[in-house]
């Protein structure tokens, strides 16, 4: 006791120190305290197939699944900055937002043996700390969104409104500590040890993922390696001052189960004008051995597959964005009713969308 009462009087001294042998310049400077976040909602209804009740046809896909009107999320981002260090909050509240932190578990506390949800930690899209040790290295330790994928779950991120298969059953959030290298102006790369996936609050399984990225001028090759194995590409291109491209490619398989799914998706986005930009997403998903359950049926192999494409419009009106979206899917086995409530192979829907910005 005597040694740590002599340690901490020690450290007590030196910080004191150090702190008035600081001269006035070179003083940290006071944090930055930020405030930002996004509203949205949305009109959604299917063409050729019901509307709302028990038959209701919902693409399988995260978010935008409501039918009339209906509500995304509240987004509230509170952020610290300082010299070298700073902390986020991420908050989400509404049906968006629950959707976006399924795996936000919370212990025991009712003691019927798993873990309870409905909890408040249930609204923590992300919280993190980070360290930019130097200009060139960034430490990250918390719950962070994933890494992977051209989507994310803020729709003020996504140019589409609805979401992506790949971006739907690939991981939304982790948490662990990760460290990203800016090699220089063109090369990034990023080392992580992580939960397993949308694990955010604790590690329920006793497993742990790695996770690695390399960056090159705006194209990113990622890869999870754990309980599950993942290998992403995400990449676009001006082509011109008004067409860009983007590009989106995944493989995922379980290494318990070797269910796996694996797809490709195209963004062309066109600017017609300063307040218009006309989009496409064109995706081909599929999934083996019973895959994730995107698709209702499988064939004698365990295989599935599906076809999206989903025509976006973009309008802004100062921090107000429209969006009107017309999207079809089709699948390899009969996933969705029509309105005669038979199988179907297809489905056609129609939302438009309005998202505030802050």
Request: hydrophobic share 35%; no cysteine; aromatic share 16%.
């Amino acid at each position: 006791m005597k040694n740590l009462f002599t340690l901490a009087m020690l450290f007590s001294v030196f910080i004191m120190y150090a702190q008035d042998s600081i001269p006035e310049s070179e003083e940290a400077p006071k944090k930055k305290f930020s405030f930002s976040g996004s509203v949205d909602g949305y009109y959604r209804t299917n063409l050729g197939a019901p509307n709302g009740g028990e038959n209701s046809q919902t693409p399988n896909t995260s978010f935008a699944n409501g039918n009339g009107f209906a509500i995304g999320m509240a987004n509230a981002i509170i952020s610290f900055e300082g010299k070298k260090v700073g902390a986020v909050a991420d908050l989400v509240f509404g049906p968006r937002g629950t959707d976006a932190v399924f795996g936000s578990l919370q212990w025991d506390l009712d003691g019927d043996g798993t873990p309870d949800l409905g909890n408040s930690s249930q609204v923590v899209n992300q919280l993190y700390v980070y360290w930019n040790v130097s200009d060139k290295v960034t430490l990250t330790f918390g719950n962070f969104n994933t890494f992977l994928g051209y989507e994310v779950i803020s729709p003020t991120g996504n140019f589409n409104y609805s979401t992506s298969y790949m971006f739907s059953y690939g991981p939304f959030s982790h948490s662990g500590l990760k460290l990203d290298y800016a090699i220089n102006d063109d090369w990034s790369l990023m080392g992580a040890i992580m939960n397993d996936n949308d694990l955010t609050n604790f590690n329920l399984t006793n497993n742990y993922t790695l996770g690695a990225q390399v960056g090159y001028k705006g194209t990113y090759l990622n890869f999870l390696y754990g309980p599950q194995f993942q290998v992403d590409l995400t990449t676009g291109f001006d082509i011109t001052d008004s067409f860009y491209l983007g590009l989106n490619s995944t493989y995922y398989v379980d290494n318990d189960s070797d269910a796996s799914f694996y797809g490709v998706a195209i963004y062309p986005q066109l600017k017609t004008s300063e307040s218009f930009v006309l989009g496409f997403r064109a995706e081909y998903f599929g999934e083996g051995k019973g895959g994730v359950g995107a698709i209702g049926g499988y064939d004698d192999d365990g295989d599935a597959n599906a076809f999206e494409f989903t025509l976006t419009g973009n309008y802004a009106i100062g921090d107000l964005m429209i969006i009107p979206e017309f999207r079809i899917d089709t699948t390899s086995e009969d996933t969705f009713l029509n309105d005669d409530l038979e199988p179907t192979g297809s489905l056609a829907s129609f939302l438009v969308a309005a998202v505030y910005k802050f």
